[in-house]
Nanobody, 122 residues
Framework: QVHLVESGGGSVQAGGSLSVSCAVS????????MGWFRQAPGKEREFVAA????????VYSDSVKGRFTVSGDNAKNTMYLQMNSLSPEDTAVYLC???????????????WGQGTQVTVSS
């Protein structure tokens, strides 16, 4: 069974950058369609980005388009999310997910990491 572990979260001031990682074990990242979601306290899980490795098609939510970039490293079996121009509204737990299709709906993804906290201060 595939296992996902996020890392790299932390605290940053508004306008700064952070990169979070999602290490995959029990499978390879190219076996799955993968996505990033985030969840702030008291809010629903929100789609951030998704990637289809076969053609490297990426999809982003409007709120992060142009600021966030999803990528992957097959050798390290790891997916990344580079986040630039961060604002306090980006504060959330960031979770990676793996599934059988690219989607902005959380229930499409069958495997989830535990999440990593990203905090942006003003």
């Amino acid at each position: 069974q595939v296992h996902l572990v996020e890392s790299g979260g932390g605290s940053v001031q508004a306008g700064g950058s952070l990169s979070v990682s999602c290490a995959v074990s029990g499978g390879t990242i190219t076996d799955y369609y993968m996505g990033w979601f985030r969840q702030a306290p008291g809010k629903e899980r929100e789609f951030v980005a998704a990637v289809a490795w076969n053609n490297y098609r990426t999809v982003y939510s409007d709120s992060v388009k142009g600021r966030f970039t999803v990528s992957g490293d097959n050798a390290k079996n790891t997916m990344y999310l580079q986040m630039n121009s961060l604002s306090p509204e980006d504060t959330a737990v960031y979770l990676c997910a793996a599934g059988v299709m690219t989607s902005d709906r959380p229930n499409v993804y069958g495997f989830w990491g535990q999440g990593t906290q990203v905090t942006v201060s003003s």
